[in-house]
């Protein structure tokens, strides 16, 4: 049992800084002001104390790690044109690309509810 502990002091010092930080990046590339509009949002849908706050950052950690923070946005931003009216919002509507934009999201939304709430 000792050895084991030593063994793995031992691998969690050998880590090298620049190793250690390659995966927080990759993982963390949602900006925090989008996070905590999120995290704003959801808990106004789902109520207002510290259980629902944590649901809440747990989905948004869990959609920043199946969808990357480009796909996000240019989802988030054809649903926002989807609300609007008129011909020139009604191709966000029906366009194939725009669909499977929105579909990401909303995959990945299910996969957040399932694991987080």
Same mark, same amino acid.
């Given at each position: 049992?000792?050895?084991? $502990? $030593?063994?793995?002091?031992?691998?969690?010092? /050998?880590? !090298?800084? +620049?190793? #250690?930080?390659?995966?927080?990046?990759?993982?963390?590339?949602?900006? *925090?002001?989008?996070? !905590?509009?999120? $995290?704003?949002?959801?808990? @106004? +849908? &789902?109520?207002? &104390?510290?259980?629902?706050?944590?649901?809440? #950052?747990?989905?948004?950690? $869990?959609? #920043? /790690?199946?969808?990357?923070?480009?796909?996000?946005?240019?989802?988030?931003?054809?649903? @926002?044109?989807?609300?609007? *009216?008129?011909?020139?919002?009604?191709?966000?509507? *029906? #366009?194939?690309?725009?669909? !499977?934009?929105? +579909?990401?999201?909303?995959?990945?939304?299910?996969?957040?509810?399932?694991?987080?709430?």
């Amino acid at each position: 049992m000792r050895r084991a $502990v $030593v063994w793995l002091g031992t691998a969690l010092l /050998s880590v !090298t800084p +620049a190793a #250690a930080q390659v995966m927080p990046e990759h993982l963390n590339d949602y900006p *925090t002001e989008a996070r !905590t509009d999120y $995290v704003f949002g959801c808990m @106004a +849908a &789902n109520g207002q &104390n510290r259980e629902v706050l944590r649901k809440c #950052a747990c989905s948004i950690d $869990v959609i #920043a /790690s199946i969808l990357p923070y480009e796909k996000y946005v240019e989802a988030e931003t054809v649903l @926002a044109l989807q609300q609007g *009216t008129g011909e020139q919002l009604a191709m966000y509507k *029906t #366009a194939v690309v725009s669909q !499977t934009m929105v +579909a990401e999201l909303r995959r990945a939304q299910a996969e957040a509810e399932i694991l987080c709430f």
